[in-house]
């Protein structure tokens, strides 16, 4: 790797908090973006991150987020973790609400994913991946405003894979299948691991980016031992 700079866009205390961690232990320089970064001050403390406030649905928010992380250096890794989400029947759904789901889930990937392609396509590496969900593949009764942007984030990763791996760029869609585990959702609770562990999402979402080339993957799915698919 040229560079161990880290973005990850949609900060917060469960699966990018613990993908930072991991980061940190491992020597990447991280770049935190959230709506409000003051609920990051621990975990700033623990990894010596670096934390912009960014509304990932604006470009020149974006655009700004990246250029602090050029300061740190070049960009390695990029992830994206926000998302927008809608509930309801279809008939009551609020329009407004559905188009900031959209804005932030899907329209947020693509212009963070554009802004870390553009780095590096001149650099020539790196690795572009993006948090997705059951809703990515399966629209439930009353989830047309979450299946809506998780969708549209699949198609873009898909798409994207596609155009940048012959140009040496790893983009990856991970299809988080099940509620990830935290102390307010009974990470203790039998039976054992029947929550994902965010540390566990984490290793696998470094070990994707570590992936050889002769061996990539563009899609991951992760689901506990006690989930049914």
Do not use: C
Request: net charge neutral; charged share 20%.
């Amino acid at each position: 790797m040229t560079s161990n700079v880290a973005v990850i866009a949609g900060a917060g205390s469960g699966l990018s908090a613990a993908l930072a961690r991991l980061l940190a232990r491992e020597g990447f320089q991280i770049v935190l973006a959230a709506r409000n970064i003051e609920k990051l001050g621990a975990l700033q403390a623990q990894t010596s991150a670096q934390a912009v406030a960014t509304d990932v649905s604006d470009p020149a928010s974006v655009e700004q987020l990246f250029d602090v992380a050029d300061k740190a250096g070049p960009l390695s890794l990029a992830v994206f973790n926000a998302s927008g989400r809608a509930r309801g029947p279809i008939a009551e759904l609020d329009p407004e609400a559905v188009r900031q789901a959209l804005l932030v889930g899907a329209y947020g990937g693509f212009l963070v994913a554009q802004q870390a392609a553009r780095r590096m396509l001149a650099l020539g590496s790196g690795s572009i991946l993006f948090t997705g969900a059951t809703a990515s593949v399966k629209g439930f009764a009353g989830s047309a405003g979450f299946a809506m942007p998780k969708f549209g984030l699949r198609g873009l990763a898909q798409s994207m894979a596609r155009e940048l791996a012959p140009k040496n760029i790893h983009v990856a869609h991970f299809i988080i299948d099940g509620a990830i585990a935290s102390a307010a959702s009974g990470q203790d609770a039998e039976p054992r691991d029947r929550r994902l562990s965010p540390d566990a999402i984490a290793e696998a979402y470094l070990a994707i980016h570590r992936q050889q080339r002769s061996a990539w993957t563009w899609e991951m799915e992760l689901r506990p031992w006690v989930e049914t698919f």
